[in-house]
């Protein structure tokens, strides 16, 4: 391509689903993520939930002492452009689970004159966050009432002050909806509930 000719190429690839066109050898050469306006979630919070990898800040000075006997070269950083669309779709769904049904993952690539080195920047607009509105609990059948014991109700509703208090207007993560429905179940067990049974729904 022209622009492969002339300096480095920016290959945006994810509309079509097609993978840039890099060397065989292409390895990544930096790795990024690019906010677009507010965000909540950081880089540190991303790096992990993708396969791809960037070299780390020790790179280059392994790089100078791996001629040192008994210092290997650098484990290779290939780039996979399969993996790379399968890393888009894994930050969606970790968005998805962090409260962020709306979130908009793409990305750009950039390439050397050889296209043997690969830089890579995930472009993140996190969108509105799902926020919780309301929080209660329902009876079996969708009923109001709970059946608890009159001598337990001012307690459990007590602590069910607290768990509204912690949670409504926050952002709706997965791992807090399992914790929640956790809780619930240990609470209700320790009661001598044992066979209860908590169902979350969203409505």
Do not use: C
């Amino acid at each position: 391509m022209l622009a492969a000719a002339l300096g480095p190429a920016w290959l945006p690839a994810p509309a079509s689903g097609q993978p840039p066109h890099v060397a065989p050898d292409a390895e990544v050469h930096k790795l990024g993520f690019r906010f677009i306006g507010k965000h909540e979630l950081s880089s540190l919070d991303l790096s992990p939930v993708i396969a791809t990898q960037g070299p780390s800040s020790l790179r280059g000075l392994h790089q100078m002492v791996a001629w040192v006997p008994f210092i290997s070269d650098p484990k290779p950083l290939p780039f996979v452009p399969l993996q790379l669309q399968e890393d888009v779709v894994r930050l969606r769904q970790h968005y998805r689970r962090q409260g962020f049904p709306s979130a908009i993952i793409d990305y750009e690539v950039k390439t050397d004159r050889t296209r043997s080195e690969v830089d890579i920047t995930f472009l993140i607009t996190e969108g509105q966050p799902l926020l919780l509105r309301s929080l209660k609990v329902l009876g079996p059948g969708g009923a109001e009432e709970v059946p608890i014991p009159e001598d337990e109700r001012q307690q459990i509703r007590e602590a069910w002050a607290k768990v509204r208090s912690r949670h409504l207007g926050k952002r709706v993560q997965e791992e807090q909806v399992t914790q929640l429905h956790d809780g619930l179940i240990t609470f209700l067990a320790d009661r001598g509930y044992s066979n209860a049974s908590v169902v979350p729904r969203a409505a």
